[in-house]
């Protein structure tokens, strides 16, 4: 689900608790050694997604931020923001020449550069949170 979060909302705020769960206390971000990924350049998107894309050549970035069920991606268009919310059992990240997210009918190609370099340690503890998450649901006898 994509919201609008220029502005806060109580709202939007509500449905993404319910989504991805609350954000994790100062306590619990600090034992996870931080939340959230560095800024990633966008390369792609889903044919959905185009009109949260710059139209003029500008760079086009997003950020990840986890949460308790899920994750959030920060999406930065001009002067205004859109959080994606992806509940961990919707969540598929594929390494093909870069990094690209897929849920919900869509999904966002990060171009494969320094940034997501950077953030190879951000991707590993999130692919540990969602092995995590998973466990819980394991219904295998």
Do not use: C
């Not at 806060?8 to 971000?29: E, H, M, R």
């Not at 594929?94 to 966002?108: D, E, L, T």
């Amino acid at each position: 689900m994509i919201f609008n979060t220029t502005y806060i909302n109580k709202q939007n705020t509500d449905l993404i608790n319910d989504i991805v769960g609350k954000p994790f206390s100062f306590l619990q971000a600090f034992k996870l050694k931080g939340i959230g990924s560095k800024r990633m350049i966008i390369e792609n998107v889903s044919p959905n997604f185009k009109y949260l894309l710059n139209t003029v050549a500008d760079a086009n970035y997003a950020n990840i931020e986890l949460r308790p069920h899920g994750i959030l991606i920060h999406i930065i268009k001009g002067l205004q923001n859109f959080t994606w919310a992806i509940p961990y059992y919707q969540l598929v990240i594929y390494k093909v020449n870069g990094s690209s997210i897929h849920a919900q009918g869509r999904f966002i190609h990060f171009k494969n550069n320094k940034t997501l370099k950077e953030n190879k340690k951000f991707f590993n503890k999130l692919l540990n949170e969602k092995i995590k998450f998973d466990e819980k649901y394991n219904f295998q006898t």
